[in-house]
């Protein structure tokens, strides 16, 4: 006979099996007392109807829907509220074997659940169209129907359901255009429509849902311009347009969507310059503009995105040094800068990018030595600098898997020829493959030969100046007989002599970068006096500082003003002339057409008129020369004399500087007190 408290087990287990709570029953809502959750309410006579037959068309296994059970009992992913079916999940269920082999699906008794607010059916295969009736469930908040093989257009109707929050029908076939009943749904938070093969443009209508927070239309075939009224989405934080056709220009409107967080355009056909706007994006962690045809510089604004992590911009013509202002961007994890027309020397600072693990910087035009900070980068898992220009020997204790083919570098297998490397740096007026002078390298190796380095400069310093001079006096006396014979000078009535472009032909290929107009008056402010530094007779001298801190020389010239065979002559000279007493020409500015502009390297000491003679007062200290010993008058009298003979013996035909009463203001000194001569530049 069987005990009381046995009775009691085997009826609670029969009551559990026969009353269908196997899979139906809700979780204790209170594990601490043992509080058992109610049993829902019975599913209402019509909506069961509707489940059961939705149940029927689907073909969904028992295990998950149990014949003869309640729905809200039992099935797994129905929730209901009230005896009313409010979600349905059919994401993760299987059909049986024979609904596997059907090829179409009834959902039209979705119709008969009047409460259904969400239904998902991600990833269940319902290879059919998107019903228009869908539209009629005006409860619905969440509607994701992707991967289910969907077909044919986006019903219109969609845009009635006024509650829809979310609505994903992604990674389908659909085609045709996004309706314009969209921008009917004001609530919506998250639209996704991207792996399709929707087209058309983007039309401004999608403004108008303006709780947007993301906007996914990747992975489509959508063309014409980015519309600018997408910047009123004041809550957007992911917009993604990658992987389309879309065109035009970057509206400078994103630059409004401050609450951004992710932006991926790439694999567009993108032109322009990035607007300054998008430094305003100071949430931003993620910005890929990848593949498009972005020309221009790199924004200053960076540091306003502190929270950046992912910056990828290869794939673009993108111009110009990589500025300083990268290095502040401390949570970088991702820096893609690759196959772009970056050219200059690397910031030393990306040493401060403590974070980035993926640093590709390759098919560039960095130039260069390889900066030692860079060994600094511990995180690094990724370094590619590959098919640069990079020159010297690599730092020790890089990132051992860093790829650095194709560049300049010594005992560095598959690396350019050398001659490449020898007329790219020509191109810029740089010296590639030599040392400092022999004479230098002896005045610096050490104190053994101090003395006598000192007794031979203080013999032969003398001699030095001496020469200069006589070959100064030479040239004057030269230049005075030349102004001696009758001439023809430019003037309004005679301007045959006069540069005109039109009669010019200009092979700017070796004439270092092609700076625009605007890089420049930004890098003189604007041609201020404060930074004229000389008015000469071929041009005026304007200091400046490009991006990246660069200091330079702008050299101005009214065309009008101007001898045209003295031009042209220059124009030869620097595509033809290579020499480390040469002051270096980095480029060149020809966009307009009654001014032309050089740029060329900055030497901090001045010339050697103002080296040998003692400066105006008051000056910045940093601008006063300290007086000049008999070593560093010798360096700079060999100096003078290797220019001057790589001009009469070197150059063919051999050239002369063309006023010699400016012969010492011609003569340049570097920061390390080292002669260059500056060609067609002297005072007036």
């Known amino acids: 006979m069987l005990q009381p408290r046995c009775i009691a087990f085997h009826l609670l287990v029969a009551v559990y099996f026969f009353s269908g709570w196997a899979e139906g029953v809700k979780d204790v809502s209170n594990s601490s007392t043992g509080i058992v959750s109610p049993a829902p309410a019975p599913t209402a006579r019509g909506e069961a109807m509707a489940m059961r037959h939705l149940r029927y068309s689907l073909r969904i296994r028992d295990f998950y829907w149990p014949r003869g059970s309640d729905p809200c009992a039992s099935w797994r992913g129905v929730q209901c509220e009230g005896g009313h079916v409010t979600g349905i999940s059919l994401s993760g269920l299987k059909r049986t074997l024979l609904g596997m082999s059907q090829s179409t699906f009834d959902l039209n008794f979705l119709q008969n659940l009047p409460f259904l607010r969400l239904l998902n059916a991600s990833k269940f295969a319902l290879p059919s169209e998107i019903p228009d009736w869908l539209g009629n469930l005006s409860k619905l908040e969440v509607l994701d129907l992707s991967s289910c093989s969907l077909n044919g257009s986006i019903p219109a109707t969609l845009g009635d359901l006024s509650s829809l929050q979310v609505l994903a029908l992604a990674k389908n076939q659909l085609t045709g255009i996004i309706p314009a009943t969209f921008g009917n749904l004001s609530n919506l938070r998250n639209l996704d429509l991207s792996g399709n093969n929707l087209k058309g443009e983007l039309s401004a209508f999608l403004s108008n849902a303006v709780n947007l927070i993301s906007l996914d239309l990747s992975n489509n075939s959508f063309v014409g311009p ?44 993108l032109s322009g310059s990035l607007p300054l706007t998008l430094g305003n994006m100071e949430n931003l962690t993620t910005l890929n503009l990848a593949n498009n045809n972005f020309s221009g510089l790199l924004l200053q604004q960076m540091p306003h995105w502190s929270k950046l992590q992912q910056l990828i911009l290869n794939g673009n013509s993108l111009s110009g040094q990589v500025p300083s202002a990268l290095g502040s961007l401390t949570n970088l994890l991702v820096l893609h800068l690759a196959s772009n027309k970056f050219s200059g020397i690397l910031p030393t600072n990306l040493s401060d990018l403590v974070n980035v693990k993926s640093m590709t910087l390759s098919h560039n035009l960095f130039y260069g030595l390889v900066p030692s900070t860079l060994q600094e980068l511990k995180s690094l898992s990724v370094l590619d600098l590959s098919d640069n220009f990079f020159n010297g020997s690599l730092p020790a204790g890089l990132f051992p898997g860093s790829v650095w083919d194709e560049n300049c570098l010594s005992s560095v297998p598959r690396q350019r020829p050398f001659q490449d490397c020898h007329d790219f740096y020509a191109a810029r007026g740089l010296a590639f493959g030599s040392q400092s002078s022999p004479m230098t390298q002896n005045i610096t190796r050490g104190s053994k030969n101090k003395h006598l380095v000192a007794i031979l400069g203080g013999v032969f310093g003398g001699l030095g100046l001496v020469l200069v001079m006589a070959v100064c006096v030479v040239v004057f006396i030269k230049f005075e007989r030349k102004l001696s014979t009758p001439r023809q000078t430019t003037s309004p009535v005679n301007r045959e002599a006069a540069v005109s472009t039109a009669d010019i032909v200009v092979n700017t290929s070796q004439l270092g970068e092609a700076f625009s107009l605007s890089q420049l008056q930004h890098a003189t402010q604007g041609f201020s006096p404060i930074n004229l530094l000389k008015a000469g007779h071929s041009g005026d001298l304007y200091r400046g500082a490009l991006d990246g801190g660069v200091q330079v020389v702008v050299k101005r010239i009214q065309v009008a003003t ?113 002669v260059r001569h500056f060609l067609f530049s002297s005072t007036g």
Request: charge should be neutral.
């Open 226 to 269: 980015i519309p600018g009224e997408l910047g009123k989405l004041s809550k957007l934080e992911q917009l993604l347009l990658d992987k389309n056709s879309l065109g035009s220009f970057l509206p400078a409107a994103l630059g409004d969507l401050t609450s951004m967080q992710t932006l991926d355009l790439n694999s567009n056909n």
């Open 562 to 674: 101007m001898n045209k065979d003295l031009f042209i002559q220059e124009l030869d000279f620097f595509g033809k002339a290579s020499h480390t007493r040469l002051v270096p020409l980095l480029g060149h500015c020809f966009e307009l057409e009654r001014e032309k502009f050089f740029v060329y390297r900055y030497m901090p000491n001045g010339d050697l008129a103002q080296a040998l003679h003692k400066k105006v007062v008051p000056s910045p200290p940093g601008e006063i020369l300290q007086s000049l010993d008999w070593i560093t008058r010798l360096k700079i009298a060999i100096g003078v004399a290797e220019g001057l003979s790589y001009l009469h013996h070197e150059c063919s035909p051999p050239l002369i500087h063309r006023y010699a009463k400016a012969c010492f203001q011609s003569i340049i000194i570097n920061s390390q007190i080292s």
